[in-house]
């Protein structure tokens, strides 16, 4: 099946660390992403792991993935204001096509 | 930085109109796609482009939609005869050597309303 479960809303204090998580159903998936939209813009491409990686830190987004339970999170140290947007997971199933989780908001607090 | 490049931005149209919405994938790449995210839902695959035919399509994209890459900078995605269902945001996207080995990257979207 094509299912990419996430969590709907995160509220954050400014500064504070944010973890958002996802679930995926194709244990044949070779790379999971995480995409950001801002209101009114387009995807845009945050990270992504491959599927033999546990862990992948870029700057202030750490990418863990549990293969063994489908489970992939992102964590955003120090979350600012401009982290406010909408997170989308997604897994790949084949050359061609992504599919997405309905996206997590996450909203910063000052 | 190379970007995909999507126009228009907002298309307001009538039922029952053509459509075409336009895409310029980034230069070197060769795997294109587009996507659509109705208001408030999922962003869902329509379908995929590789050495000019499509590679596949999803139940979502029939017989009113098609795609065509004209020349060699262009990609189009042509809805015959648009329905308020189709009323959504389309995403353009490209990659080079398609999304089992990385990034794939998406336009900024174009925004349809069918009246």
């Known amino acids: 099946g094509e299912d990419v479960e996430q969590s709907l809303f995160l509220s954050v204090r400014e500064g504070d660390s944010s973890v958002i998580n996802c679930t995926y159903t194709?244990?044949?998936?070779?790379?999971l992403y995480w995409y950001k939209q801002e209101p009114g813009a387009g995807l845009q491409l945050l990270t992504y792991i491959f599927s033999n990686m546990d862990m992948k830190q870029d700057q202030r987004l750490t990418v863990l993935l549990n293969k063994k339970d489908k489970h992939l999170s992102l964590r955003i140290a120090d979350t600012q204001t401009g982290d406010s947007a909408i997170y989308f997971c997604a897994e790949i199933h084949n050359d061609y096509k992504l599919s997405f989780g309905a996206g997590t908001t996450v909203t910063v607090r000052a | 930085e190379p970007e995909v490049t999507q126009t228009p931005s907002h298309q307001v149209t009538q039922m029952g109109q053509e459509v075409i919405l336009r895409c310029v994938p980034i230069s070197n790449h060769l795997y294109f796609y587009w996507y659509r995210q109705i208001l408030g839902q999922k962003v869902e695959f329509l379908v995929s482009f590789y050495n000019n035919e499509i590679s596949e399509k999803s139940e979502i994209f029939d017989d009113q939609f098609s795609v065509e890459r004209p020349d060699g900078s262009n990609f189009t995605l042509k809805i015959r005869s648009t329905k308020l269902e189709d009323s959504a945001m389309y995403f353009c996207?490209?990659?080079?050597?398609?999304?089992?080995?990385?990034?794939?990257?998406f336009g900024e979207g174009s925004r349809l309303t069918v009246l």
């Open positions: 194709d244990s044949s998936s070779t790379y």
């Open positions: 996207a490209s990659s080079l050597t398609g999304t089992n080995t990385g990034e794939l990257f």
